[in-house]
T-cell receptor, first 111, second 113 residues
Framework: GNSVTQMEGPVTLSEEAFLTINCTYT??????LFWYVQYPGEGLQLLLK?????DKGSNKGFEATYRKETTSFHLEKGSVQVSDSAVYFC??????????FGPGTRLSVLP | SQTIHQWPATLVQPVGSPLSLECTVE??????LYWYRQAAGRGLQLLFY??????ISSEVPQNLSASRPQDRQFILSSKKLLLSDSGFYLC????????????FGPGTRLTVL
């Protein structure tokens, strides 16, 4: 079946540091890939997505590239801010199936 | 534009009491609806989903149940809560299973004492 694996957190960084959160997936077919963000006490919000191989999703300074050869969709940001502190979920979706979410990675950014 | 509502926002209930959480979606029709649970510090667990009125699929057997009495209303219930039912409950929707974005509600924080 489909599955998503994320690096275990928590990840703690200083402000303006470079961020990478690894995500790899197992899926049949050609899934779309997503990063969702959850701020404390809130629901999940879509951060970015990519629908086919080599697509790059980007939003709010975050980027992720759909790498089919390595089945990965790593999230990156060049300079994190305190306001980026949240839980980040990698997810995949195949047509006609339910979304599959990774376990989430908690990011804490210190001033 | 579409919006999704959940209530209550927070709930504290004793063990053995009943539960009813409600989710409604506005601005769309025939959505697929989902209930997830997020235990403290954990990922998302899909509990139920529904592709139409009266159609409920259960992903995890437990003492919870779901109902969809109207097109845009999804209810999560229990007759007798357990301590292990504590968590953050999220409702979500997509236009249809082929659509490529899932939208989440603000969540309900349930504490069972």
């Amino acid at each position: 079946g489909n599955s998503v694996t994320q690096m275990e957190g928590p990840v703690t960084l200083s402000e303006e540091a470079f961020l990478t959160i690894n995500c790899t997936y197992t899926a049949t077919g050609y899934p779309s890939l997503f990063w969702y963000v959850q701020y404390p006490g809130e629901g999940l919000q879509l951060l970015l997505k990519a629908t086919k191989a080599d697509d790059k999703g980007s939003n709010k300074g975050f980027e992720a590239t759909y790498r089919k050869e390595t089945t990965s969709f790593h999230l990156e940001k060049g300079s994190v801010q305190v306001s980026d502190s949240a839980v980040y979920f990698c997810a995949l979706h195949n047509y006609g199936q339910n979304f599959v979410f990774g376990p989430g990675t908690r990011l804490s950014v210190l001033p | 534009s579409q919006t999704i509502h959940q209530w209550p926002a927070t709930l504290v209930q004793p063990v053995g009491s009943p539960l009813s959480l409600e989710c409604t979606v506005e601005g769309t029709s025939n959505p697929n609806l989902y209930w997830y649970r997020q235990a403290a510090g954990r990922g998302l667990q899909l509990l139920f989903y529904s592709v139409g009125i009266g159609q409920i699929s259960s992903e995890v057997p437990q003492n919870l149940s779901a109902s969809r009495p109207q097109d845009r209303q999804f209810i999560l219930s229990s007759k007798k809560l357990l301590l292990s039912d504590s968590g953050f409950y999220l409702c979500a929707w997509i236009k249809g299973r082929g659509w490529n974005e899932q939208f989440f509600g603000p969540g309900t924080r349930l504490t069972v004492l």
